[in-house]
C-alpha cells in the first residue's frame, strides 16, 4: 500500500531493530515515500544485524534514520515524536522468563516506555496514529472449556478461538505489563483522542526473527535442529499456539492505518487462527520433514503462566478492514528456513557467540 502523492508519512518506528520492527521497516522503505525513523537501544541480539539490513535497502536515499536510544529516556523520546505522523511501538522487553528473573526491568520498558510514548505524543505531537503491539498473555487461561490431550496436541471442549470480548486476567510480569500498557494506549484514544490502536498478538514468525528459547520459539525449534542442539520442551509439548506470518502482520498493520477512521480507539487480537495452529511436538515433525535433520528434545516442569491453548479469534479486525492471513505454516517454517540458509555465517560455530559478534561489526551513529 503507497503513498498517495498528497500524503506526507513521517514514522517512527520504536524497536525498529528487532524481528517485526525490521520487517516493517523494510516494508515501508520499499513500498512507500515515508520516512522513518527507527529508535532502538540495540539491546536483542540480533539488532545491530537487522539495523546494517536496513541501512542497506535505504541506501542513500535520506529516508532512513536513526537514533540509538531507549523508551525509558522520557526526553529522547519526546524529542523523536514530535514531527511524526504516524508511530509503531513494538520496543519491548519480549521473554516471559526475563520478566520473571528482572520484574523492574520489565515494568520500566514496557509499561513505563509505552507511557512515555503516549505522553510525548499527547502533549507534543501533530495527531500522530500510534499502534501499539499487546500480547495473548493479557489474557491468561483463554475460555476454551474443557482441555483434554488427544495424539500430540491438547484440543478444547470449545474452539471458537479468543476473541477481545475474552475477560483480562495477566499472568507474569510480562503479561502485567504489557496488559497495562495496552490499557493505557486505548484509554489515550478515549480520554485525550489520541489516534491509538491495539494489536493483541499470539505468535509472530518468520524471516530475520532472532529465535531463542525464551522468545521466538518456532525460528528456535528450526535453527536448534538444524545446529544439532537440544531442545528443552516445557510441559509435554501438547500445547497449541496459532502461528502468523510476519509479512501478514505487516498487511494488519497497512490494514489498520488505511481504515484508520474505524480502527482508531479499537483493540484487536491478531492471529493465524484456527488454520495456523500447531503443537510444539507437531511443530517439531514438521521442521524434521521441512530439514531432514533430527531433532533431539528433553522435557521439563510446564512454565508459569503458560497456555494449554491459544487460538485468536481475529473476525473484528477481519470486519473492520477486510484482512485475512494468508500464509499457512508450511510457508511460515520455509521463509525462516530460507533466510536461516542465506545467514548461516550468524549461526555458526555457536549463534550467540555470533550475535555477539555481528554487534561488533559495524560501530553505531548515535542519530538524535
Ligand atoms: N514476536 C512475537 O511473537 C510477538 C507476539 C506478541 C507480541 N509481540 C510484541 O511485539 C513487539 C516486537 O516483538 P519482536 O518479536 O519484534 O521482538 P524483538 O525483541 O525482536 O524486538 C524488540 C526491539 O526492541 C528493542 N528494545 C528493547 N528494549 C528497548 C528499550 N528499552 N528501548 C528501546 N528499544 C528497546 C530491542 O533491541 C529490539 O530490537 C514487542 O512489543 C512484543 O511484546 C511479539
Not at 511524526?84 to 522468563?97: D, G, K, L, P
Not at 489520541?194 to 518456532?218: P, Y
Not at 548461516?344 to 549463534?351: I, Q
Not at 550475535?355 to 548515535?366: H, K, N, V
Request: proline share 2%; net charge positive; with cysteine.
Amino acid at each position: 500500500m503507497g503513498t498517495t502523492k498528497s500524503e506526507f508519512r513521517s514514522i517512527v518506528v520504536f524497536g525498529g531493530a528487532g524481528f517485526i520492527g525490521s520487517n516493517w521497516t523494510e516494508r515501508l522503505l520499499k513500498t512507500t515515500d515515508a520516512k522513518v525513523h527507527v529508535f532502538d537501544n540495540l539491546s536483542r541480539m540480533g539488532a545491530r544485524h537487522n539495523l546494517d539490513y536496513l541501512q542497506k535497502i535505504a541506501g542513500r536515499n535520506g529516508r532512513l534514520q536513526i537514533t540509538v536510544g531507549d523508551v525509558r529516556d522520557a526526553a529522547m523520546v519526546g524529542r523523536v515524536v514530535k514531527y511524526a505522523t504516524e508511530i509503531y511501538n513494538f520496543a519491548a522487553q519480549v521473554a516471559v522468563t526475563t520478566s520473571v528473573a528482572d520484574p523492574r526491568l520489565d515494568f520500566e520498558v514496557n509499561l513505563g516506555g509505552t507511557f512515555n510514548i503516549l505522553e510525548a505524543a499527547r502533549r507534543h505531537g501533530q495527531d500522530p496514529f500510534l499502534l501499539f503491539t499487546s500480547t495473548n498473555k493479557v489474557y491468561g487461561n483463554s475460555g476454551d472449556g474443557v482441555v483434554r490431550a488427544l495424539g500430540s496436541r491438547y484440543v478444547a471442549s470449545r474452539s471458537r478461538g479468543t476473541d477481545e470480548t475474552q475477560p483480562l486476567d495477566f499472568h507474569s510480569p510480562y503479561g502485567c505489563s504489557k496488559g497495562a500498557a495496552d490499557q493505557y494506549v486505548r484509554d489515550y484514544a478515549r480520554i485525550f483522542g489520541l489516534r491509538t490502536v491495539v494489536f493483541r498478538m499470539s505468535c509472530i514468525a518468520g524471516q530475520r526473527q532472532f529465535g531463542s528459547e525464551d522468545q521466538g520459539w518456532v525460528a528456535h525449534f528450526l535453527y536448534s535442529t538444524l545446529e544439532g542442539k537440544p531442545l528443552t520442551i516445557f510441559g509435554d509439548g501438547r500445547q497449541v499456539r496459532d502461528v502468523l506470518h510476519v509479512d501478514d502482520l505487516l498487511n494488519a498493520f497497512e490494514a489498520a492505518y488505511a481504515n484508520r477512521k474505524s480502527t482508531a480507539g479499537q483493540i484487536y487480537n491478531i492471529g493465524g487462527g484456527e488454520e495456523n495452529t500447531t503443537s510444539l511436538l507437531e511443530l517439531i515433525d514438521r521442521v524434521e520433514e521441512l530439514t531432514g535433520a533430527r531433532a533431539g528434545y528433553n522435557f521439563c516442569d510446564p512454565r508459569a503462566g503458560d497456555q494449554l491453548i491459544y487460538v485468536s479469534d481475529s473476525a473484528k479486525f477481519q470486519r473492520d478492514t477486510g484482512w485475512k492471513p494468508k500464509a499457512d505454516l508450511d510457508v511460515i517454517v520455509k521463509s525462516i528456513y530460507k533466510w536461516y540458509r542465506s545467514n548461516r555465517e550468524l549461526f555458526a560455530p555457536s549463534r550467540s557467540e555470533r550475535y555477539a559478534q555481528a554487534e561488533l561489526l559495524t560501530p553505531m551513529r548515535r542519530v538524535a
